[in-house]
């Protein structure tokens, strides 16, 4: 018997009795379709059209630098300063606008298409893909080679690596497109080179290795691209770090992620870290493993993690660490966290409390740590 693909197992799972109950489709339709028809008006921008002098790389390079890295006022000349949880505004973040603006676009259109089937989303999406991933004019090279640089100490560092999580609905996206086999193709070729240089390249080692939402995100992005591209191999090294290494060293007896919590964001943070391990778990569960009911002996695994941040989501004030130095509020909003945990593991408490919340924000760093806004790409 052929088995299934992750698709027609992630709607299997949403036959669950708390989705009997809850159209997502209704609910998304105005949403998308409003969002759909003005991102059609939207031309293709790329790492091409945007420079930084301080960039050591060229023009197809993406480019960014470290958020909270400031100048030194003892030496205002000499190297960054870091200040912990405060971005400085002066920082070159073009490239990262571009890129999340296109992780807005493509899968806006692509939930449109799935809802209409109408293939004016579908040429428009595809035009945005050329041209970020395949077009040699505009395309972006498949490394991170200068991402996150900081001024006087470094030309890139892995945990820039962290930026290209705004691929990951893009690469969702592209796999239900129906996209014409030479757009399809090439994107998974682009996807298959970055692959290999995230599991190869020092820098994604490093990121792969780090203790906190950096290695999360590191996981989660080989793992939705290994879907896309096909990459067996990579998938599994996935499931198994998620169980072995992530869960394990990440969250601690109570459900939290200590280390998220311990930053001078810890909300944001520990939403963040939440929403990217469920992004993981989602792309990576199959009816044989459901890592949604997965755990540790001791109970340690997705559905203690959400369990734990759900009363801190419904009640914020009810938070037992101090507020975060930044943005504290603009958060929560549609955490993708609590709409995959309310299906998979039917919770209709998660699902009615994610309806309530804002799944629109328009703030930069809201939109900049909240990477999956189309959720019926998902479930």
Not at 169 to 184: F, H, M, T
Request: proline residues 7%; charged residues 25%; glycine residues 6%.
């Amino acid at each position: 018997m052929q088995r299934r693909t992750f698709l027609q197992s992630a709607l299997a799972l949403s036959a669950l009795p708390a989705a009997d109950k809850f159209d997502l489709a209704a609910l998304e339709r105005p949403r998308v379709l409003k969002a759909a028809t003005r991102y059609l008006a939207e031309k293709p921008v790329t790492v091409t059209a945007a420079s930084s002098p301080r960039s050591a790389g060229g023009k197809h390079d993406f480019f960014s630098e470290g958020d909270y890295w400031w100048p030194d006022p003892k030496n205002p000349d000499g190297p960054y300063i870091q200040r912990d949880g405060m971005t400085n505004p002066d920082n070159f973040v073009e490239h990262r606008r571009a890129m999340i603006r296109l992780s807005l676009i493509v899968p806006a259109l692509a939930a449109a298409y799935k809802l209409t089937k109408d293939h004016k989303y579908a040429d428009h999406a595809a035009t945005h893909l050329r041209a970020w991933f395949v077009d040699d004019a505009t395309r972006m090279n498949p490394n991170l080679q200068y991402a996150q640089a900081i001024k006087g100490r470094f030309t890139g560092r892995g945990t820039g690596i962290i930026d290209t999580l705004h691929f990951v609905e893009v690469a969702r996206a592209a796999g239900q497109l129906d996209l014409k086999p030479a757009d399809l193709a090439g994107v998974k070729s682009w996807f298959a080179s970055y692959i290999e240089w995230l599991t190869t390249h020092p820098y994604g080692i490093t990121e792969r290795d780090a203790k906190n939402n950096h290695g999360t995100c590191w996981c989660t992005q080989v793992a939705a691209f290994a879907q896309l591209t096909g990459n067996r191999e990579q998938t599994e090294y996935c499931r198994n770090r998620y169980k072995t290494v992530l869960i394990p060293n990440q969250e601690g007896p109570d459900g939290s992620f200590p280390l998220e919590m311990a930053r001078t964001k810890p909300y944001g943070y520990s939403l963040f870290n939440l929403d990217a391990m469920a992004i993981l778990v989602q792309t990576l569960t199959t009816k044989d493993d459901d890592l949604w009911k997965w755990q540790l002996p001791d109970g340690r695994g997705m559905a203690k993690a959400v369990a734990f941040m759900y009363p801190f989501i419904a009640d914020k004030k009810t938070w037992p660490k101090p507020p975060d130095v930044m943005y504290d509020k603009e958060w929560p909003v549609r955490q993708p966290s609590l709409l995959f945990a309310g299906v998979a593991l039917d919770k209709p408490e998660y699902l009615a409390l994610w309806k309530r919340l804002d799944g629109d924000p328009t703030v930069e760093e809201v939109l900049r740590n909240w990477p999956v806004r189309q959720p019926l790409l998902w479930v």
